[in-house]
């Protein structure tokens, strides 16, 4: 389907005009020769090019501090480019090649950011026209934010066009270095000029839940404290730190997922009580967290957090929200589970609840578990699901990668799916206090309680998810499992 084709069903909102990067523009991306950048950024970058969605004869440049050459460059940022064996992407990336080139130099000093300006002035003067565009992507660790920032705007800042910088989380560690990291880059660069990346954000499912909500007449009638009896949002991972500890024991799990949601201001800071915390230990063959030499022998960090928040607004006064993350868990999984609330009682004895589960990952999808009668001569009451699984339904389909989406909005400079300051601001305000209690600053910082690596979770799980009034399936319904294999 060509993607210039008029289609129905769009958003009038989102769909007014924004200030598009179209020609004569460079995508810089900072941290070129890191993990980020070469799984991430450049696979991303390379999609958008193979289906003609970058701007007209655009031009990548890559920096960082790693000293190499033009073919280790190259090498580098097409190791994690999908089918690259084949022949149609082969052609493809030999072009994509020629188009990206390399600048080494440090994230402090003056004399390299000339340097990186002058290679730009370079390309340049190969444009047409007056414009000069100029898009920098921080694939960069949060430690060099600010002088990164600082040193683009006095030496690389185009002055004949548009100039935009993508920022990636962690933003801060609480509400007192948010407000710092925010208040230097404002000191440089405005907020229409800063998009601010949390990949969840750009993640296909994420984005359908504004049509699934809005779209739908028969669910915006049940979408309140009314009928929605608790909401389960998931963020489930099979592997440990593997190594990273070291950074995970910094910035925990809570920093590491639970805190870049988009959030409401309605929402009070959370409570110590609504809290479970877990740290996995040795199973299945499997190192414990502690076990892993780049952690502290004695950390009390937590691998896995259940938290509870109350939005106080007449929609969902009384509904809680509980957000669960974890590492070493049994699997892969993210996804929001609503959780609705008994039917009336009198006509059906121990009847299962309805759901609306929206599978982020793997596999998109989106069930609606409902009761029916049980086929054949006995009228009773069976759970079973609505299943639109995306693989299935739109099977010839390209869902994009997060990053893709995300970029394209930049250069399109709709901040949509961004993180503006004022959202992070109120999610910190949010997630602080219970973050210093974790660490200790406000008296003896809280012991985890352990779990087996490869397991659903702590024991204590299922009673803190209880305690908010969710109930568990009926024990003759199984849900939908998703076969990884396929994936």
Same mark, same amino acid.
């Given at each position: 389907?060509?993607?210039?084709?008029?289609?129905?069903?769009?958003?009038?909102?989102m769909?007014?005009?924004?200030?598009?990067?179209r020609?004569?523009?460079?995508?810089?991306?900072?941290?070129a020769s890191g993990?980020?950048?070469?799984?991430?950024?450049?696979?991303?970058?390379?999609?958008l090019?193979?289906?003609?969605?970058?701007?007209?004869?655009?031009k990548?440049?890559?920096?960082?501090?790693?000293?190499?050459?033009?073919?280790?460059?190259?090498?580098?940022?097409t190791?994690?480019i999908k089918?690259a064996?084949?022949?149609?992407?082969?052609?493809?990336?030999e072009?994509?090649?020629e188009?990206?080139?390399?600048?080494?130099?440090?994230?402090?000093?003056?004399e390299?950011?000339r340097?990186?300006?002058?290679?730009?002035?370079?390309?340049?003067?190969?444009f047409q026209g007056?414009e000069?565009?100029r898009?920098?992507?921080?694939?960069?660790?949060?430690?060099?934010?600010?002088?990164?920032?600082?040193?683009?705007k006095?030496?690389?800042?185009?002055?004949?066009?548009?100039?935009?910088i993508?920022v990636?989380?962690p933003f801060?560690?609480?509400?007192?270095?948010a407000?710092?990291l925010l208040?230097?880059l404002?000191?440089?660069?405005?907020?229409?000029?800063?998009?601010?990346?949390?990949?969840?954000?750009?993640?296909?499912?994420?984005k359908?839940i504004?049509v699934?909500?809005?779209?739908n007449?028969?669910?915006?009638?049940?979408?309140d404290?009314?009928s929605?009896?608790?909401v389960?949002?998931?963020f489930?991972?099979p592997?440990?730190t593997e190594?990273?500890?070291?950074y995970?024991?910094?910035?925990?799990?809570i920093?590491?997922?639970?805190?870049?949601?988009?959030?409401?201001?309605?929402?009070p800071?959370?409570?110590?009580?609504?809290?479970?915390?877990?740290?996995?230990?040795a199973?299945?063959?499997?190192?414990?967290?502690?076990?892993?030499d780049?952690?502290?022998?004695?950390s009390v960090?937590p691998?896995?957090?259940?938290?509870t928040?109350?939005?106080?607004?007449?929609?969902? /006064?009384?509904v +809680? %929200? &509980?957000? *669960?993350? =974890?590492?070493?868990?049994?699997?892969a999984?993210?996804?929001?589970?609503?959780q609705?609330?008994?039917?009336?009682?009198g006509?059906f004895k121990?009847?299962?609840r309805?759901?609306?589960?929206i599978?982020?990952?793997?596999?998109?999808?989106?069930y609606?578990?409902?009761?029916?009668?049980?086929p054949g001569?006995y009228t009773?009451?069976?759970?079973?699901?609505m299943?639109?699984?995306?693989?299935r339904?739109?099977?010839d389909?390209?869902?994009?990668?997060?990053y893709?989406s995300?970029?394209?909005?930049?250069?399109?400079?709709d901040h949509?799916?961004?993180?503006?300051?004022?959202?992070l601001?109120?999610a910190?305000?949010i997630?602080?206090?219970?973050?210093?209690?974790?660490?200790?600053?406000?008296?003896?910082?809280?012991?985890p309680?352990?779990?087996p690596y490869?397991?659903?979770g702590?024991? /204590?799980l299922? +009673? %803190? &998810?209880? *305690?908010? =009034?969710?109930?568990?399936?009926?024990e003759g319904?199984?849900?939908?499992?998703?076969?990884?294999?396929l994936?």
């Open positions: 389907m060509s993607r210039n084709r008029a289609m129905s069903g769009t958003i009038p909102s769909e007014t005009a924004h200030q598009q990067l020609d004569n523009t460079i995508i810089i991306v900072l941290g993990d980020l950048a070469k799984k991430k950024t450049y696979p991303a970058l390379f999609s090019y193979s289906n003609q969605y970058l701007p007209t004869g655009v990548i440049v890559g920096y960082a501090r790693t000293k190499m050459d033009r073919a280790e460059y190259h090498k580098r940022i190791s994690y089918n064996d084949e022949e149609t992407v082969k052609t493809k990336l072009e994509f090649k188009l990206t080139t390399y600048v080494s130099g440090g994230y402090e000093d003056d390299s950011f340097n990186l300006n002058k290679t730009l002035e370079e390309i340049e003067s190969g007056n000069r565009n898009l920098f992507y921080f694939a960069l660790p949060p430690s060099v934010f600010i002088p990164v920032a600082q040193h683009l006095a030496t690389c800042y185009s002055k004949s066009g548009i100039n935009r993508i990636e989380k801060g560690k609480d509400l007192e270095s407000r710092v208040g230097s404002k000191q440089h660069w405005g907020e229409d000029e800063t998009f601010r990346i949390d990949h969840y954000l750009g993640k296909e499912m994420v359908n504004l699934l909500r809005f779209a007449i028969a669910m915006s009638a049940a979408w404290k009314n929605i009896s608790n389960q949002i998931t489930k991972e592997f440990g190594g990273r500890g070291g995970f024991d910094e910035f925990g799990i920093r590491d997922v639970l805190q870049n949601r988009e959030v409401l201001r309605a929402i800071p959370i409570e110590r009580e609504d809290t479970l915390l877990g740290q996995y230990v199973a299945n063959g499997k190192p414990g967290y502690l076990d892993d780049t952690v502290p022998h004695n960090c691998t896995f957090a259940a938290t928040l109350w939005i106080h607004n007449p929609r969902w /006064e009384g +809680p %929200f &509980i957000l *669960k993350a =974890g590492k070493a868990l049994n699997e999984k993210v996804e929001v589970r609503i609705f609330k008994d039917v009336t009682q006509i121990d009847i299962s309805n759901e609306l589960v599978r982020i990952q793997p596999q998109e999808a989106v609606l578990k409902l009761n029916v009668k049980t001569l009773r009451a069976f759970p079973t699901e299943d639109l699984t995306y693989k339904r739109f099977a389909a390209a869902i994009p990668e997060a893709e995300l970029i394209l909005d930049a250069l399109k400079g949509s799916n961004f993180v503006r300051d004022d959202e601001d109120v910190w305000k997630f602080t206090p219970i973050l210093h209690w974790i660490e200790g600053k406000n008296g003896p910082a809280p012991k309680v352990p779990y490869g397991s659903r702590p024991k /204590e299922d +009673p %803190f &998810i209880q *305690k908010y =009034g969710y109930k568990r399936s009926s319904y199984t849900w939908p499992v998703t076969n990884t294999s994936l």
